[in-house]
Nanobody
Framework: VQLVESGGDLVQPGGSLRLSCAASGFAFSAYAMSWYRQAPGKERESVATIRSSGTSTDYVDSVKGRFTISRDNAKNTVYLQMNYLRPDDTAVYYC?????????WGQGTQVTVSS
């Protein structure tokens, strides 16, 4: 299993970014996918989850209405569209999948929101 994130960057408050996670090594379309983030000095937290079909999503309260998770099962890719970014969104963002009893993480992509 391999998860490769991309799209992190330095952005001003109020700006937007789209993160991508390219997955391989497992039956992508059969599994829920999640984005997590970890800010300096804080625990890693779940940001958004999308079910295998893409018809159901969940978000942490702090990003509801600003972030959108989506997936393209033909491309084995999950996305996180982030709008109206705030300084407290600054973190390393990770892609995550649970495959049976095994958990897999990407290497992370840095998102910095600062003026």
């Amino acid at each position: 299993v391999q998860l490769v994130e991309s799209g992190g960057d330095l952005v001003q408050p109020g700006g937007s970014l789209r993160l991508s996670c390219a997955a391989s090594g497992f039956a992508f379309s059969a599994y829920a996918m999640s984005w997590y983030r970890q800010a300096p000095g804080k625990e890693r937290e779940s940001v958004a989850t999308i079910r295998s079909s893409g018809t159901s999503t969940d978000y942490v309260d702090s990003v509801k209405g600003r972030f959108t998770i989506s997936r393209d099962n033909a491309k084995n890719t999950v996305y996180l569209q982030m709008n109206y970014l705030r300084p407290d969104d600054t973190a390393v963002y990770y892609c995550y999948v649970q495959n049976g009893s095994d958990e897999y993480w990407g290497q992370g992509t840095q998102v910095t929101v600062s003026s």
